[in-house]
Nanobody, 124 residues
Framework: QVQLVESGGGLVQAGGSLRLSCAAS????????MGWFRQAPGKEREFVAA????????YYAASVKGRFTISRDGAKNTVYLQMNSLKPEDTANYYC?????????????????WGQGTQVTVSS
């Protein structure tokens, strides 16, 4: 079992930045590949970014590539999502997720554990 708790969301103006954190507890965090997803009201959950267990590989959705950076700190059992140049269309509830066997995946169903989410609102 892995417990995930997101933080760092909030209200920011367009063009601003936020850094989301996802603190993990439970089973060995370093074994898990981690992902960030988001869901806006009335829309399906969509992939944002993922990082391998080692931190050596990362994968981004086209809509955030070049603006967002995913990273992880094994000593702190935490994965981060640095979000720069935010746009109103980035407004959503952001979730982190963990999977053990599926690698750097963009498919939500392949993730086993999920956090409760943190709200990001970008004003125009």
């Amino acid at each position: 079992q892995v417990q995930l708790v997101e933080s760092g969301g909030g209200l920011v103006q367009a063009g601003g930045s936020l850094r989301l954190s996802c603190a993990a507890s439970g089973r060995t965090f370093s074994n898990y590949h981690m992902g960030w997803f988001r869901q806006a009201p009335g829309k399906e959950r969509e992939f944002v970014a993922a990082i391998s267990w080692s931190g050596g590989s990362a994968y981004y959705a086209a809509s955030v590539k070049g603006r967002f950076t995913i990273s992880r700190d094994g000593a702190k059992n935490t994965v981060y999502l640095q979000m720069n140049s935010l746009k109103p269309e980035d407004t959503a509830n952001y979730y982190c997720a963990a999977n053990l066997l599926r690698g750097v995946s963009s498919v939500a169903d392949q993730y086993l554990y999920w956090g409760q989410g943190t709200q990001v609102t970008v004003s125009s």
